[in-house]
Each structure stands twice: as C-alpha cells, then as structure tokens.
C-alpha cells in the first residue's frame, strides 16, 4: 500500500500561489492521487484527483511527473478563507479498496 | 442534497456500554468507510464495503465492528467502548472504491465521540 509523506505546516500569504508536495514512493500502476481539504471539525471535502501529468479544476492545479512518485497540488492566489488541513491520498489497487490518509499539511494563510 | 449523514454528532458515553455511530448515503454509492481522527495521527481507516454484505477491515479494525444490510446503510459498532476509542470519527462514501476511478470520497459532518 502506498504511503504518503507531506510537510507537516505551511505558512502563506494572502494572494500567493501555494504549492503543497507529496511524496508517495509506492505508488502502483493503478493508483489515482487524490487531494482533500479539511477544516476544522468538519469531513474531508475533495478538491481535485488525478492519474499523470496535469490536471485543474476552479480551484486546484495538481501536477504528477512522470515517476509518479510524488504530486504537487497547486492553489492559486489564496485567501484566509484556505487555511485548512490539506491530504494527500493514494488509492488501493490489487482489489483491498485500502485508503491510507497520511497525516496531512496544515495550511495557515496569513493576511 | 447528495450528502452522507450521521448520527449522533456527538456521544459521550461510559466504558462498556455498546453504542452505534449510524451513517446513511443517499447517492447511490457502492464503496462506504469509516476512518478516525486522532491529533497527530491524521486520519485512519477501521472498516471499509465495497458493497451490500461485503466489509473488510482498514488499518484499526480492533474493538469496531461494521454490517453493510443496504447499501445506503452503514453503522459503526462499539460492542465494549473503551476510553482509547475517544475520537474523532468520520463516515464516507464512494461511487467506486478502486483506485482507477475519477471519484472521490463525500465524508460526512463527523461524530465527536467520548468515553469515560
């Protein structure tokens, strides 16, 4: 199963492009990396999910070279509103549907 | 409102008093998991279904136990709810559970459970 590693905290600026890296060695030939975004006592709400290269939405870039062993997800321009705990997620593949979450990067956008 | 539902969303209990977390999807899925949030330890998964009658176990299975009779249904049991089983826990959902598929979780709210 595919473990993931992110930096603990981030701190940011109102305004500023964030990168937030992902580092998932193991990942299989199958697995989908997904980002979710969490605030504080709430669930997990999902923000963008990919397979190789690139892929955006409105309010999420996450990019995937081509090892595939680590993503970085992008957030243009963030507001305070974006300060929140950001996962990194690999699927399961070979049919055991496991989810690991790892423990997450702590996103503080200061103003 | 495609949502994922659960009850209660907060519980305080004693040790040994068997309690169920009762989580309902109305979007059809097929995949469903329980996962608890601990601080420091992220989130981790205790039981997962890809389907009606279908369960197996995450990461922290030990003291839970999960039935899948709908497939809109999915309970979280405690049979003897100890104090390290004080969390924060989280019901979700999939269309797919693998891994080649472009959808993601809905969590639900959460159930801020306690036992002393």
């Known amino acids: 199963l595919a473990k993931t590693t992110q930096p603990i905290s981030m701190d940011s600026y109102e305004g500023q492009e964030v990168n937030i890296t992902c580092s998932h060695n193991?990942?299989?030939?199958?697995?989908?990396i997904t980002w979710y975004q969490q605030f504080p006592s709430q669930g997990p709400r999902f923000i963008i999910q990919?397979?190789?290269t690139k892929v955006t939405n409105e309010v999420a870039s996450l990019f995937i070279p081509a090892d595939r062993k680590s993503s970085t997800l992008s957030l243009p321009r963030v507001s305070l509103s974006d300060t929140a705990v950001y996962y990194c997620?690999?699927?399961?593949?070979?049919?055991?549907?496991?989810?690991?979450f790892g423990t997450g990067t702590r996103l503080k956008v200061l103003a | 409102e495609a949502q994922v539902t659960q009850n209660p969303r907060y519980l305080i209990t004693v040790t040994g008093k068997k309690l169920t977390v009762t989580c309902s999807q109305n979007?059809?899925?097929?995949?469903m998991s329980w996962y608890r949030q601990d601080p420091g330890l992220g989130l981790r998964q205790i039981y997962y279904?890809?389907?009606?009658?279908?369960?197996d176990k995450g990461d922290v299975p030990e003291g839970y136990k999960v039935s899948r009779k709908e497939k809109r249904n999915f309970p979280l049991i405690l049979e003897s709810p100890s104090p390290n089983q004080t969390s924060l826990y989280f019901c979700?959902?999939?269309?797919?559970?693998?891994?080649?598929?472009?959808?993601?979780?809905?969590f639900g709210s959460g159930t801020r459970l306690t036992v002393v």
């Open positions: 997620l690999v699927g399961a593949t070979s049919g055991t549907y496991k989810y690991i």
């Open positions: 979007m059809n899925h097929e995949y």
């Open positions: 990919g397979y190789k």
């Open positions: 979700a959902s999939s269309l797919s559970g693998t891994g080649g598929s472009y959808y993601g979780y809905t």
């Open positions: 193991n990942i299989a030939t199958n697995d989908y």
């Open positions: 279904s890809m389907n009606v009658e279908v369960t």
